[in-house]
């Protein structure tokens, strides 16, 4: 079973916590804000509340960033973390 955080406004969610990927020990953090609600810093409470869901049956817990999302960097920044490294994907050209 996947955990969940949200912030509710008006009884709708404007931004879910969420976990994309998971194993037996590892969990990745992921987000969604509304798009009307982006910018209101209600990302990093609803990411550390996630983590605090998560860490009960996980040990190590991430949160991942494109190199150009500003915003999510922003994010990791204000919850303190620390970068690890960079995810590199290998493409097969075609033709």
């Known amino acids: 079973m996947r955990e969940w955080a949200m912030v509710v406004h008006d009884w709708e969610p404007v931004s879910r916590g969420f976990t994309p990927a998971s194993n037996a020990t590892t969990a990745q953090a992921g987000i969604w804000p509304r798009p009307d609600f982006r910018g209101k810093r209600l990302a990093p409470p609803v990411i550390a ?3 605090q869901r998560e860490h009960r049956n996980k040990t190590l817990l991430f949160y991942s960033s494109a190199a150009d999302n500003h915003a999510s960097q922003s ?5 303190g973390h620390t970068p690890l490294g960079w995810i ?5 050209k075609v033709g």
């Open 49 to 51: 509340a996630s983590y």
């Open 88 to 92: 590199w994907t290998a493409r097969q």
């Open 75 to 79: 994010v990791s920044r204000t919850l």
